[in-house]
């Protein structure tokens, strides 16, 4: 399947765009800052995904792949994509805005190998962080044009090199700067794709919805399209079960708000059926699955792997990962899906084990084939 690049960049179009010339960082807040691209003859349609798979969900809820860096890359979400038979919004890994307007050349192209991705990844969104409105802006431009279907901001990742940089979970401490990138990330998309946010119930405690204005409101008052609630604050990162009551009350500040913006959950999703039951009982609009996904490529399907079927699937996920990040990232990456994909199963210690020992590509696949 073609990944969708640079080269590739209406939202429905298959002929290639070529990129006429390579741009050196100028001052300019333009996008041609980061690439000059022909764009003449392509007519991109302005759609809501999110509302439309509502609309076309007829009742079910909306699900999706959350981001998780060293995760969610182009060669996990194809293979997932791949087996799936349960329509799903797919994220991207989580991108710097201001890796990919400020950094060298090179360090520009690497960030836009996160932006890869295939046509049977659809519906997808392009997630950024970034504390910089001008940066949101440039990317969520970026975005729309190389064909994705929506841009999110990231405003919920406890990382502290993240936090630093005032982006990630800090906005929740400045509602204010929130505001202005999701502003941002409109006037970016010119309208011809959705912005939304992934965010949490609050920072050290659940500020959604305080005496003064809470920080659902703050958000809701800028009209993004969607915002994922991860049903925990900040301080407890992932410690605590999540609070899917907070979920239902989103969706009652929502609607006393009289707001269009969907509300989704997220949070100890451990499956598409609990995914359905958790929106049932709270009327969220959605739920977004993450840790679900390890080791688990037919999470949205019906259908249940055996162990030989597994193994095929994690020899076709090691096999595109070189292909398609084998120059650009590490392949101990690829050593956090081993166990995972082999959990739960018999007979598969030393198996196991072995994976973990190897270097490459090769040496991987080498052992799984072994087996037969």
């Not at 041609?32 to 798979?53: A, H, R, T, Y």
């Not at 990742?157 to 800090?170: F, H, L, N, R, V």
Request: aromatic share 6%; glycine share 6%; with cysteine.
């Amino acid at each position: 399947m073609k990944k969708r690049s640079l080269v590739d960049m209406s939202p429905r179009a298959i002929p290639k765009i070529p990129i006429t010339k390579i741009a050196k960082p100028s001052s300019n807040i333009q996008l041609d800052l980061l690439f000059i691209i022909s764009i003449s003859g392509i007519v991109v349609n302005m759609s809501n995904f999110w509302q439309e798979m509502k609309v076309k969900n007829n009742g079910e809820p909306i699900l999706c792949l959350a981001p998780m860096a060293d995760v969610t890359d182009s060669a996990f979400r194809h293979i997932i994509s791949k087996y799936s038979s349960i329509s799903h919004v797919t994220y991207t890994e989580f991108v710097s805005a201001d890796g990919l307007c400020l950094a060298p050349l090179e360090g520009r192209k690497k960030l836009l190998k996160d932006l890869e991705f295939s046509e049977i990844e659809r519906p997808i969104v392009a997630q950024f962080f970034t504390s910089k409105p001008e940066n949101m802006e440039r990317v969520a431009r970026l975005a729309a044009e190389l064909g994705f279907d929506g841009v999110d901001i990231n405003m919920g990742c406890p990382d502290k090199s993240i936090e630093k940089q005032g982006a990630g979970a800090a906005l929740i401490k400045n509602p204010k700067l929130a505001r202005e990138l999701i502003r941002a990330a409109k006037i970016g998309v010119q309208n011809k794709i959705p912005v939304s946010v992934k965010t949490r119930l609050g920072y050290n405690k659940d500020e959604l919805d305080p005496p003064a204005d809470g920080w659902l409101p703050e958000l809701l008052a800028e009209e993004p399209a969607a915002i994922i609630l991860h049903a925990r604050t900040r301080k407890e990162m992932s410690l605590v079960p999540a609070r899917w009551e907070r979920i239902k009350r989103a969706v009652e500040i929502r609607d006393n708000l009289k707001s269009e913006t969907l509300i989704l959950g997220n949070g100890d999703v451990v499956d598409t059926d609990d995914a359905r039951r958790k929106c049932r009982e709270t009327g969220a609009d959605g739920a977004m699955l993450g840790r679900a996904v390890f080791g688990n490529a037919c999470l949205f399907s019906n259908h249940k792997p055996n162990l030989e079927e597994k193994l095929q699937i994690l020899k076709e996920h090691i096999q595109l990962f070189h292909k398609n990040l084998g120059q650009v990232k590490s392949f101990a990456i690829m050593k956090k899906h081993f166990k995972a994909y082999l959990a739960g199963y018999e007979g598969v210690f030393d198996l196991k084990n072995k994976l973990m020992e190897t270097n490459n590509a090769e040496e991987a696949v080498s052992l799984i084939n072994a087996l037969k």
